[in-house]
C-alpha cells in the first residue's frame, strides 16, 4: 500500500497476515465458483430423470385408463395420482431454476454474479422447498403404495400381475414399476446434492466474512499495515 512521506508516495508490501488473508479469500472463492457449478449441474442433472420418469407414468395412465378388457381397465378402481403430479411439478420447478441459473453462467461470470445475486437464495429457497416437498411426495407415494392405489404402489402390486398378460398390448407394469423406483433413488440422490449446495452457501458465507474483516481491519489499523 500507499503511505505519504516528504519525499511522496512510497510503495510498500502488504503485510504477511494481510496478504495470507487475501490469499485465503482467493482461493476460497475459486473453490465457491466451482462447487456453485458443481452443485447446478448435479442438481439439474438428477431432476431431469424424475421429471422424466413421472411425465411418461402419468402420460401413460391417461391415455389408457378408458381402454377396457373384460370388464375393466389397466388401473386402480380409484387411482390416486397427486404423489405422480408433485413429484412431476417440484422436478419441474428444480429443473427450471436449475437452468435460469446455468444460462447465467454461459453468458459471462459477471452475468452470472449478477443472476445469483438476484436469484441465488431465492433458487436456494425453492430447491428446499421443492426437495423436501419430493422427500414428503415419496414417502406418501410409498405408503399408499402398500394399499395399491398410487400409480407407483400399482404398478409394483401383485394384482398388477394378474392382469399383465390381459394388458400386455396396453401397458408393461414391471417396466413402470421399476422407472418409478429409480425416480425414488434419484429423489434421495437429489437430496444429497442439496446439501451440497447448503454446504456451498456455507463457504460464501465463510468468505463474505473473510472479506468484511478485511476490511474492518484496513479501515480500523491502516498505519500498522
Not at 435460469?100 to 441465488?120: D, P
Not at 416437498?133 to 402390486?157: H, I, Q
Request: hydrophobic share 45%.
Amino acid at each position: 500500500m500507499h503511505l505519504f512521506s516528504p519525499s511522496g508516495y512510497q510503495q510498500l508490501a502488504d503485510p504477511p497476515h494481510l496478504e495470507r488473508i487475501g490469499q485465503k479469500d482467493y482461493r476460497l472463492k475459486r473453490q465457491i465458483r466451482i462447487w456453485k457449478l458443481v452443485a447446478r449441474i448435479s442438481t439439474f442433472l438428477l431432476a431431469i430423470y424424475p421429471l422424466y420418469s413421472q411425465a411418461t407414468t402419468l402420460q401413460k395412465f391417461l391415455s389408457t385408463r378408458d381402454i377396457i378388457i373384460d370388464g375393466r381397465n389397466a388401473w386402480a378402481k380409484e387411482t390416486t395420482i397427486w404423489p405422480t403430479i408433485l413429484l412431476l411439478s417440484t422436478s419441474s420447478a428444480t429443473v427450471l431454476v436449475s437452468l435460469l441459473i446455468l444460462a447465467s453462467y454461459l453468458l459471462g461470470v459477471k452475468h452470472a454474479n449478477q443472476t445469483e445475486k438476484t436469484f441465488g437464495t431465492a433458487g436456494f429457497v425453492i430447491e428446499m422447498g421443492a426437495h423436501i416437498a419430493v422427500w414428503a411426495a415419496t414417502a406418501a407415494a410409498y405408503r399408499l403404495g402398500k394399499t395399491g392405489n398410487d400409480l407407483w404402489g400399482w404398478t409394483c402390486s401383485d394384482k398388477a400381475d394378474q392382469i399383465q398378460d390381459q394388458f400386455q398390448a396396453v401397458v408393461d407394469f414391471d417396466n413402470f414399476c421399476n422407472v418409478q423406483s429409480y425416480a425414488w433413488i434419484f429423489s434421495i440422490a437429489q437430496a444429497a446434492a442439496l446439501i451440497v449446495t447448503g454446504a456451498v452457501y456455507y463457504l460464501a458465507w465463510r468468505r463474505m466474512k473473510h472479506k468484511e474483516r478485511m476490511k474492518k481491519d484496513t479501515i480500523q489499523n491502516p498505519m500498522h499495515f
